[in-house]
């Protein structure tokens, strides 16, 4: 029988490959299974981790001791979920004897062929999640629902034909409470705040920071200028026949840089595209467009404004305190290997010209250079 530790060891090795955090939850649920049963999900997981490094499924399928449909049904899953006792096969059965990872299998078919619809993919996302639901026979929450309703439409967006056509037309700034515990020079602790501005066809994040409550305002206006250095460095914009559309969910207002930010981009692109009131503005287009989780970092817009810490504790990083700058560093780490395989593909698929091209402005660029105050006026000298 393997030692508990060793368990720790392969658990710790597979979920690393798969850059996956577990929760308390999850190290619960680990300690209940019976040696075959931890060996059978590990190498189920690890399977994943192979196809995501380009092993093809009936290898993996193979290695994990399921049957090749099996084993893309199980990937499905996991992408939508990212629930271990889905993937253990532990879940209970239904009255008709259909499991829940069947049901989620069943409903991602349905919202895939739903998406074919152009109407319905310019439905807001929870009223698409409701009719998935009630397709189900409402065997899948509308929670459940949202997630793949996300995904469909992520991949949809991923697409080739339809990222070539849709990356450089929207940008997006947001700010939401993530799992990070911000220590300052005192002792106190809050909860951090990610300040972040998105290509919105592609996910790729153009710049982010960690800021507090009361900071926050102050961290996306420095955002929004690292945006344009970022665009420049990495060439990743594109000539369009009109600018990029900004859409803007400003910072508390208990940051007054967040009220002048607000204002100032309210003045730039309308009232209609920069939300600046109500705490469900929090983090809703970054989940849209690219998850409830960026790396090892839960997104938690229930507590950005007045968060308790204890929140942010819910993931390993939450659970050690961390000063801005250490916790500024973190992030950059993990928004460097999230844009790594989207900056990957755009140059792959000529989306965006090669980075040793000279850099020429373009939709993305004109855009940003709006949400910029211009300079002060140089004054004038009379000379009597």
């Known amino acids: 029988m393997q030692e508990p530790s060793a368990h720790r060891r392969t658990e710790e090795s597979v979920f690393n490959r798969l850059k996956y955090q577990p929760t308390d939850d999850d190290f619960v649920f680990l300690q209940t299974l019976q040696p075959k049963q931890h060996g059978e999900l590990m190498a189920r997981l690890s399977a994943f981790a192979d196809m995501e490094a380009g092993t093809k499924t009936r290898v993996a399928a193979k290695a994990a001791g399921v049957s090749e449909p099996t084993m893309f049904r199980l990937k499905r899953i996991w992408k939508e979920t990212k629930d271990l006792k889905s993937i253990a096969g532990l879940t209970a059965r239904a009255k008709r004897g259909v499991t829940?990872?069947?049901?989620?299998?069943?409903?991602?078919?349905?919202?895939?062929?739903?998406?074919?619809?152009?109407?319905?993919?310019?439905?807001?996302?929870?009223?698409?999640?409701?009719?998935?639901?009630?397709?189900m026979g409402k065997k899948i929450s509308v929670n459940g629902a949202g997630r793949i309703a996300r995904d469909v439409l992520r991949e949809l967006r991923s697409a080739k034909g339809n990222l070539s056509n849709a990356y450089g037309r929207d940008v997006f700034l947001d700010a939401t409470a993530v799992s990070l515990t911000i220590q300052d020079g005192s002792g106190k602790l809050q909860i951090g705040i990610l300040a972040l501005l998105v290509e919105q066809a592609s996910g790729l994040?153009?710049?982010?920071?960690?800021?507090?409550?009361?900071?926050?305002?102050?961290?996306?206006?420095?955002?929004?200028?690292?945006?344009?250095?970022?665009?420049?460095?990495?060439?990743?914009?594109?000539?369009?026949?009109?600018?990029?559309?900004?859409?803007?969910?400003?910072?508390?207002?208990?940051?007054?840089?967040?009220?002048?930010?607000?204002?100032?981009?309210?003045?730039?692109?309308?009232?209609?595209?920069?939300?600046?009131?109500?705490?469900?503005?929090?983090?809703?287009?970054?989940?849209?467009?690219?998850?409830?989780?960026?790396?090892?970092?839960?997104?938690?817009?229930?507590?950005?404004?007045?968060?308790?810490?204890?929140?942010?504790?819910?993931?390993?990083?939450?659970?050690?305190?961390?000063?801005?700058?250490?916790?500024?560093s973190v992030l950059d780490g993990i928004v460097t290997e999230h844009n790594s395989k989207i900056l990957n593909r755009l140059r792959q698929d000529a989306i965006v010209p090669p980075q040793a091209t000279k850099f020429v402005p373009g939709a993305i660029s004109a855009t940003l250079s709006k949400t910029t105050p211009p300079p002060p006026p140089r004054p004038i000298r009379i000379w009597g």
């Open 205 to 328: 994040i153009l710049a982010a920071r960690v800021a507090t409550e009361d900071t926050a305002g102050d961290a996306q206006a420095q955002v929004l200028k690292e945006a344009q250095d970022f665009v420049a460095n990495e060439r990743v914009d594109v000539t369009a026949p009109e600018l990029a559309a900004f859409w803007a969910a400003i910072a508390p207002q208990s940051d007054p840089e967040a009220v002048d930010l607000g204002h100032r981009l309210t003045e730039a692109f309308g009232k209609d595209h920069v939300d600046q009131t109500g705490q469900r503005r929090f983090g809703r287009r970054t989940i849209q467009y690219i998850g409830p989780v960026i790396g090892r970092l839960r997104l938690l817009p229930g507590a950005t404004v007045g968060g308790d810490v204890k929140v942010a504790k819910i993931r390993a990083l939450g659970r050690v305190p961390m000063s801005l700058s250490q916790a500024q």
């Open 100 to 135: 829940k990872t069947e049901d989620f299998a069943k409903a991602f078919d349905i919202a895939s062929k739903m998406a074919e619809d152009p109407e319905v993919r310019d439905l807001p996302l929870k009223v698409f999640a409701s009719r998935i639901s009630e397709a």
